[in-house]
């Protein structure tokens, strides 16, 4: 389902190219953004695809937006009123008629979410490890066992269970992203392979192309990971060009390295 169909960056142009997100987006003459079930925004480091991703989301007013000032002869909102110049239009449902606002529950997801979710989970972890400890030098061990069988002692440790089952696992990101997304939504990814081995990059695309097929969920990425997108069902958006060209995966940059690389170490494959 697609329910933002295009959307226009603002032409407006600032003396200053240090001001936030000018800075950014300077030497870039973009045509709109055209959006299928899943885009993706591709760039090295330093290319927009973040501030991009937080302009659609200010302009939506989706949740996970971030506020940004810039400080030029006091605080005014530079960032805040480029987005508002910035131009949208709805997609339409199955039977093709437009929709009049993106879906209650859509939101922007930044990869430091992600990371700061996996940090909480990691310190329950370590901390019921500790406490456990501590109750089986206080009590003895099989005193310690008993009281955690307890109601009490089971209130104590339910999310500490939690979290150490998401810990041991190895797949916290995967976990966290299907635990938060919806059906019917919007969701703008901000570098959703963070933290995870190019198998579960590669697990990840392939249920986010799930999401998308059968749930009806849109979703616009920032991602360079090649292995993410190889396999994703996706547009791709070079934003290292000046004019933001639709590529394919295998023409990017990025991708191009990686098969050169490996491509000039084949004989160490297949000795």
Request: charged residues 30%; aromatic residues 14%; neutral net charge.
């Amino acid at each position: 389902m697609i329910y933002l169909k295009t959307f226009k960056l603002s032409n407006s142009k600032s003396k200053n190219s240090n001001i936030y997100p000018f800075n950014v987006l300077k030497n870039k003459e973009p045509d709109v953004f055209l959006f299928d079930n899943i885009t993706v925004l591709y760039g090295n480091n330093g290319s927009g695809k973040s501030t991009i991703l937080n302009i659609i989301a200010h302009k939506l007013n989706l949740k996970g937006k971030e506020r940004n000032y810039s400080k030029v002869d006091g605080w005014l909102p530079y960032f805040e009123e480029y987005a508002a110049e910035c131009e949208y239009e709805f997609g339409e449902n199955e039977y093709g008629i437009k929709f009049s606002r993106i879906p209650k529950n859509s939101r922007y997801v930044k990869s430091e979410e992600i990371l700061y979710e996996i940090r909480k989970i990691q310190q329950d972890a370590v901390l019921q490890e500790s406490m456990e400890s501590n109750l089986a030098r206080e009590r003895g061990l099989e005193k310690a066992k008993e009281f955690l069988k307890t109601k009490e002692g089971g209130k104590q440790f339910a999310r500490f269970e939690f979290a150490q089952d998401k810990y041991s696992n190895g797949e916290t990101t995967m976990q966290i992203l299907e635990d938060n997304i919806l059906p019917d939504t919007l969701y703008l990814l901000d570098e959703p392979e963070v933290s995870l081995s190019p198998q579960n990059q590669v697990k990840l695309a392939e249920e986010i192309n799930k999401m998308s097929r059968y749930l009806g969920v849109q979703f616009i990425i920032a991602t360079h990971s090649p292995f993410m997108l190889g396999i994703l069902n996706t547009k791709i958006y070079n934003l290292d060009t000046e004019d933001y060209k639709v590529q394919k995966w295998s023409e990017l940059e990025n991708v191009r390295y990686f098969y050169e690389f490996f491509k000039s170490k084949k004989n160490e494959f297949e000795k």
